[in-house]
């Protein structure tokens, strides 16, 4: 890895970590503004021009949208240590994201990096889909109806981009997959909105279901298929977890 790419990812992380300090010091509609506008700006600049690889428009798609679920999250959140905490650890994201020359990457290389744009991906739908929940929480006339559609359809773009970085084909072939995740996901953020959690448990709930959605299609689309036999035993497991978390571990109030 050349120097140029440390330089520029740790500009870049350190840039987010300066930029969502800056809205959580200074909650204003313009210091919101200002800053995405700079960091988009940045990425876009960085993405295009520094690293010359336009034709990966799915890794500025997905700089893009963690810079704005982070200001989104961190818009909604109570307690300042928790400010400071997804500050710190957004800006490590970002980094980790433009850790790269844009060349092709060795596959004991590509895995780990796949399997953490995978993750980054994950974390904007939670960031996301906790910030909807509050806005439907705090504003009573809020059409949660649409925001839950919108939120949904995310999801099954992002499952779509998920998947192509484990499978060489075109996005067609996967709208049909993607268009179903993203039904049932909105099903699940309906039923989910209704239940007396805060909006952060919420997030945390339907991007938990998310998470095995698109990771057992991912399965199915593969050559080898799904194998139930090794992934009833997960399954299994995280739908007792599901409930003991929602029965004794979650405030209801």
Not at 83 to 97: F, K, N
Not at 150 to 168: K, N, Q
Not at 209 to 222: D, E, G, K, N, P
Request: net charge positive; hydrophobic share 65%; with cysteine.
């Amino acid at each position: 890895m050349s120097k140029k790419v440390i330089i520029l990812s740790s500009i870049m992380g350190v840039l987010t970590t300066v930029g969502l300090l800056a809205v959580s010091f200074f909650p204003m509609w313009w210091t919101l503004g200002s800053v995405f506008t700079v960091w988009a700006l940045a990425i876009f600049l960085v993405h295009y021009f520094v690293y010359s690889f336009p034709e990966k428009w799915e890794e500025l798609l997905l700089a893009l949208w963690f810079g704005l679920s982070s200001l989104a999250l961190m818009s909604i959140l109570d307690f300042v240590l928790f400010r400071y905490i997804v500050a710190v650890v957004c800006g490590i994201g970002m980094g980790m994201l433009f850790h790269t020359d844009g060349k092709t990457l060795s596959v004991h290389r590509f895995k780990p990096r796949r399997r953490m744009l995978m993750m980054l991906w994950m974390f904007s739908a939670y960031a996301l889909s906790s910030f909807v929940f509050a806005l439907a929480m705090f504003f009573q006339g809020f059409w949660f109806w649409l925001a839950s559609i919108l939120l949904a359809l995310f999801y099954g773009c992002a499952f779509m981009v998920i998947w192509r970085m484990y499978f060489a084909v075109e996005y067609k072939n996967l709208f049909l997959w993607s268009l179903l995740s993203s039904c049932m996901l909105w099903e699940l953020i309906w039923v989910v909105h209704l239940l007396p959690y805060g909006y952060l448990v919420s997030g945390f709930f339907v991007v938990w279901v998310a998470y095995i959605i698109q990771l057992f299609l991912r399965f199915h689309l593969s050559k080898v298929g799904l194998v139930w036999k090794k992934q009833l035993p997960f399954l299994i497991t995280n739908a007792i977890l599901y409930i003991l978390v929602l029965v004794f571990f979650v405030r209801w109030v």
